[in-house]
């Protein structure tokens, strides 16, 4: 793995095949993972005070990030990762404040499997 400031935020890009993960039959990869402060979801309308996002590319090309070649599906655990407040203290202190707006719903659907 590398571990770069890409200017927007700190990302961690991974080098090898080793970490799947199959969402209804389809093996996603992951390529990388990064941060932001605060979080760019709202669970019951509220940040996190950071997000992790883990970015998984399908065997066939398509990213879950722009320019998304294939529509996104956005998992967010029910259950917190938990970080110190030294380590979003750091964070914030190189990106304070580095999440994209929360944009409307729109016709995209909000699921839960409780
Ligand atoms: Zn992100």
Known sequence: MSIINNGHTIQVNLHNQDNKLTIEGKTYLLQQ????????????????????????????????????????QWTVLENPVTWSGEQIGKFAAIFPHDNR?????????????E
């Open 101 to 113: 707006p929360v944009q409307p719903l729109g016709s995209r659907e909000i699921g839960s499997d």
């Open 33 to 72: 993972f990064h941060f932001h402060l605060p979080s760019e979801h709202e669970v019951d309308g509220k940040h996190a005070e950071m997000e992790l996002h883990l970015v998984h590319k399908s065997e066939d090309g398509s990213l879950t990030t722009p320019p998304c070649t294939e529509g996104v």
